[in-house]
């Protein structure tokens, strides 16, 4: 049984992968929206490039924001 845990293991692993790199994705256009639509709202036009960039540092920020809870270890009792 040593092996197929290993292939479930990896196809978790892989399914995890796909999954979050949706989510990445979707969060970026989510949030190149809202930095759209608060430019509109101070009355600034942008060019595109400013509106990506501000788009995904905000989103890799919050993702990264997100993840780093997990990296520390548990604690002991």
């Not at 809202?34 to 905000?58: N, Q, R, S, W, Y």
């Amino acid at each position: 049984m040593g092996i197929l845990d290993a292939f479930g293991s990896l196809a978790s692993a892989l399914l995890a992968g796909a999954v979050m790199l949706a989510f990445a994705i979707l969060s970026v256009f989510v949030t190149m929206f809202v930095v759209d639509v608060a430019a509109a709202i101070a009355g600034l036009d942008p060019d595109d490039g400013f509106v990506v960039l501000g788009a995904t540092v905000l989103a890799g920020t919050a993702i990264l924001a997100g993840g780093v809870g997990f990296a520390r270890p548990e604690e002991q009792a």
